[in-house]
C-alpha cells in the first residue's frame, strides 16, 4: 500500500466512523466495507495465482452486494423525499441516501479501475461519445411506446436531490459491480482461453445483460423485455469503450429523464 492509499483509507475510515456513529450506517454494513476494500486490494493484484483470485472473487462479489443492499430491522437510511399519487396513500417511491451502497461503488471504483491491454478493441471517443448522448434518448422513447409512460414532471427539488444521489450512490455503484466486477471479470477469463477479440467481448457482454434483467425479479411482462435493453446498451457501452464513465453517464441520463419528466417508478 502506497502513502496515497494509506491517506485515502484513512480518509474513508473516518467518513465510515462518522456516519456510524450519527447512525447514518448500519455497523454491520461498516464493516462488510472494510471486508470489501481489502478483498478488492488483493484482488486487483495481477501477479496473484488464477485460483486464489477466484476465490477472491467468490467471496468479494457476494460481500459487496451484501453491504450494498443489507439493511438491519429497524434501521433506514436518510429519508430525502417520498412520491404519493394522492394525500394518505403509502408512498410509491422514497429516495433514501444509501450510504453504504455509494461508499462500495467508490472503493470498487478506485481500486478496481483495469489497465487497457494491449490491441484491445476500443472505439473512437467521439463515437463513444455519440452513443453516450443517442442510447439514453432510444431507451427513453422504447420505454414510453412500451410501458405507456405518462408525463409526469416533477418538482425541481426533487429533481436536484434526485440527480444527487442517482449518480453518486446508485449510477456509480451499479455500473462499477456490472462492470468492474462481472463484465471485465468475465473478459479477462475468456481472454485467457481464446484469443479471439470478438468473443471476449460478446460473450461477457450477454451474460451480465442476463444478470441486469435477473437482479430485477420483480420486473415482469414486457418490463423484461426494455430492462433487457437498457442492461445491453449500458454494457455495450463500456465493451465499445472500455471506459466506465459512458455507462455510468448513460445509466444517469436514463434515470434522471424518466423521473424528472415521466411516470416514475414504473
Not at 4 to 12: M, N, R, S, Y
Not at 39 to 52: C, D, P, Q, S
Not at 153 to 167: D, G, Y
Not at 228 to 233: C, D, T, W, Y
Amino acid at each position: 500500500m502506497n502513502k496515497k492509499e494509506l491517506i485515502w483509507g484513512l480518509v474513508l475510515t473516518a467518513l465510515v466512523a462518522v456516519l456510524v456513529i450519527v447512525g447514518w450506517l448500519p455497523l454491520a454494513n461498516a464493516i462488510g466495507l472494510l471486508g470489501v476494500a481489502c478483498l478488492a486490494w488483493f484482488f486487483r493484484k495481477e501477479e496473484l495465482n488464477r485460483w486464489i483470485k477466484v476465490g477472491l472473487f467468490l467471496l468479494l462479489v457476494p460481500l459487496a452486494f451484501w453491504v450494498a443492499s443489507y439493511e438491519p430491522e429497524g434501521f433506514a437510511y436518510p429519508l430525502l423525499f417520498s412520491l404519493a399519487d394522492d394525500a394518505g396513500e403509502a408512498a410509491r417511491y422514497q429516495l433514501s441516501v444509501d450510504f453504504a451502497k455509494g461508499i462500495a461503488g467508490f472503493l470498487l471504483l478506485y481500486l478496481l479501475w483495469p489497465r487497457l491491454r494491449a490491441n484491445e478493441f476500443v472505439v473512437s471517443a467521439r463515437l463513444s461519445l455519440v452513443f453516450m448522448l443517442l442510447a439514453p434518448l432510444f431507451i427513453i422513447g422504447v420505454a414510453i411506446s412500451v410501458l405507456g409512460l405518462q408525463w409526469q414532471p416533477k418538482p425541481v427539488e426533487q429533481i436536484l436531490q434526485f440527480a444527487v444521489v442517482s449518480l453518486l450512490i446508485t449510477c456509480i455503484a451499479e455500473e462499477v459491480f456490472m462492470r468492474f466486477l462481472f463484465q471485465q471479470n468475465l473478459r479477462n477469463a475468456i481472454a485467457s482461453f481464446t484469443a479471439n477479440r470478438a468473443l471476449q467481448d460478446i460473450i461477457p457482454l450477454l451474460l451480465v445483460t442476463g444478470v441486469f434483467v435477473a437482479i430485477h425479479a420483480g420486473i415482469s411482462g414486457a418490463a423484461i423485455w426494455v430492462y433487457a435493453l437498457v442492461g445491453f446498451l449500458y454494457g455495450l457501452s463500456y465493451t465499445l469503450s472500455k471506459n466506465i464513465l459512458y455507462p455510468i453517464a448513460i445509466h444517469f441520463l436514463v434515470n434522471q429523464i424518466h423521473f424528472s419528466f415521466l411516470t416514475y417508478p414504473l
